[in-house]
């Protein structure tokens, strides 16, 4: 999310509306009643010899524009936000009008003061409404009446409402048609809440769409069409749905998208790839699939995108080497790479082999669960002259000859990370001279390597960060899923939540589904929907330009 926006408060300090303060006392230029006790106070001869006089009984703050004020409140955190505010009525003013991200307690309890809370934050923009499984969530009049008090809202994110209905999401999206991003996770509204949101919000650019049970009736679930939207939405995310595939008119009906993750979702989905590959003007330029039931076909499709630039394949066991030959030989822009065979061997030299050769622009690149040998490592660390990440967890064949390869090709190599592979401190000492732009390097679970190659290998390349974990070797499996860790889950959804306030006391526990779940749909999730014991160990290293990167 960024940054908060600008804020107007109303001018400097020829504008400020000093009615809002009361009388000031002796010497004091504004004070709240609170503060009048605490300067009698200090005023008192038990206190005056401990007060420096140089302050005196000025409010320096009094000089500070409005403006400047909210700037300073804006680096503040959440709870020193409200720790300020209540200093005095000025400052209380002045906090509220510069908030434009705000989380509350989606309780029902809230209702009732929902006039009061958005009276005073009535500059909103980004809002997010979280209700924990056990409590009763905010309903359809409490909705409403909130799309009334913000119809500035660009951005909502909706975590555990189970009851908001269909009516209430279509009076939110009649009232708040600026909406620019919508995250819902486990609400029980369905296919005509949402395609009345895609109809009234025509600025709409970002979708996200996790558990939404309403929409969990078979195959008897309306289609959810473009809209207005069509022509506006840029991403759309689609996790753990049972009846995803009603999405597809959505998908297929968005004449901008350029970003589409679908995980832990039911259904066959080669046939929605070759609708999309199928329009040569799609500008589709980033794929997240993880325990998806797609095939080559599908990634055959999915290589008639010309402008992939992100392809994430996550325990998708129907993919073989045919599939990312096809992605590899006709995506030349192809710049970040994620592979996570969950070692069916499917997915080898082949098609890593024909990654290197046609991904000269390769930035990215991590392979999990995959056993590819010298051969393939030697055509990626020749080949793709611009790669400055690369993580290789869970293989087999991945040993010291190979690592030293990749220390002696991979000049423009930033951050490495090795797990769970049959590497000794032999092969670490090689990157002591080699990849000289390394700046970091991460050693887990490898089960050969010692504490003194870290300490050794830091003594000889001082700027370089070590970080190495030798314990728990085989307790852990490896795990590349990306949506496991959350890591990747708020590129939809709002960030930086520091800056939020939560109201009364904000929640994002997961909820429960109250719609009983068919046989079919617990052993299809029992195959592809389960979590690992462990989460991933790879997080976002970089932001969505790729042009800047965070640790590994």
């Excluded at 303060?21 to 009048?36: A, E, V």
């Excluded at 504490?451 to 290998?457: E, K, Q, T």
């Excluded at 496991?484 to 929640?507: M, R």
Aim: a positive charge.
């Amino acid at each position: 999310m960024g940054q908060y926006s600008s804020t107007h408060c109303g001018g400097g300090p020829k504008n400020r509306h000093h009615s809002l303060h009361p009388s000031p006392l002796p010497n004091h230029r504004r004070s709240t009643s609170s503060q009048s006790d605490f300067f009698s106070l200090m005023n008192s001869d038990e206190y005056e010899s401990t007060i420096p006089s140089v302050f005196g009984n000025l409010d320096y703050t009094d000089d500070i524009p409005d403006e400047c004020l909210a700037l300073i409140f804006q680096c503040l955190s959440s709870g020193d936000r409200k720790k300020c505010s209540l200093v005095c009525r000025r400052w209380l003013l002045v906090e509220g009008q510069s908030r434009h991200r705000l989380a509350l307690n989606a309780k029902s309890e809230i209702l009732p003061y929902i006039p009061t809370i958005f009276s005073r934050f009535h500059s909103v923009t980004k809002l997010a409404l979280r209700c924990d499984r056990k409590s009763v969530s905010v309903n359809d009049e409490a909705l409403t009446l909130i799309s009334l008090r913000c119809s500035n809202l660009i951005r909502l994110k909706i975590r555990g409402c189970r009851d908001v209905t269909d009516v209430g999401m279509s009076a939110f999206a009649k009232n708040c048609k600026s909406l620019k991003k919508f995250s819902c996770g486990s609400c029980m509204f369905g296919a005509k809440g949402m395609n009345a949101l895609l109809d009234y919000c025509s600025s709409l650019e970002e979708l996200s769409v996790k558990r939404l049970r309403g929409i969990s009736d078979g195959f008897a679930a309306d289609p959810i069409g473009p809209g207005a939207a069509g022509s506006s939405l840029k991403s759309i995310c689609l996790k753990e749905l049972y009846n995803g595939q009603c999405f597809a008119p959505l998908i297929i009906g968005s004449k901008n998208l350029k970003t589409l993750k679908l995980w832990r979702c039911l259904g066959d989905w080669d046939r929605l790839f070759e609708t999309i590959g199928s329009n040569r003007e799609n500008h589709v330029a980033e794929i997240h699939l993880e325990r998806l039931q797609v095939s080559d076909t599908g990634l055959m499709a999915i290589s008639s995108c010309p402008r992939l630039e992100i392809l994430h394949l996550v325990k998708t066991p129907e993919c073989t080497d045919v599939g990312v030959v096809a992605v590899a030989r006709k995506c030349k822009l192809l710049r970040k790479v994620h592979i996570d065979g969950w070692r069916t061997n499917r997915i080898g030299d082949e098609g890593l082999v024909a990654i290197a050769e046609n991904s000269s622009n390769l930035k990215e690149l991590v392979l999990i669960g995959l056993n590819p040998t010298s051969t393939s490592l030697l055509a990626i660390a020749s080949n793709c002259q611009k790669l400055e990440r690369l993580a290789l967890c869970g293989s087999d064949t991945i040993g010291d000859p190979e690592v030293s390869c990749i220390a002696t090709k991979c000049m423009a190599l930033k951050k490495l990370c090795i797990k769970g592979c049959e590497v000794t401190d032999e092969g670490i000492e090689s990157f002591a001279w080699g990849c000289p732009n390394l700046v970091k390097i991460k050693v887990k679970k490898c089960k050969n390597v010692t504490g003194d190659v870290a300490d050794w290998l830091r003594a000889r390349r001082r700027s370089l960060a070590v970080n190495l974990d030798i314990g728990e070797i085989d307790i852990e499996p490896v795990d590349g899923s990306a949506s496991d860790s959350g890591a990747l889950e708020e590129a939809v959804e709002f960030q930086h939540t520091a800056t939020t306030l939560p109201i009364t006391g904000a929640s994002d526990s997961p909820s429960t589904s109250n719609v009983d779940r068919s046989s079919s749909s617990r052993q299809w999730f029992g195959v592809f929907g389960g979590r690992s014991l462990v989460a991933c160990t790879i997080r976002r290293w970089s932001n969505g330009n790729g042009d800047s990167s965070e640790s590994l």
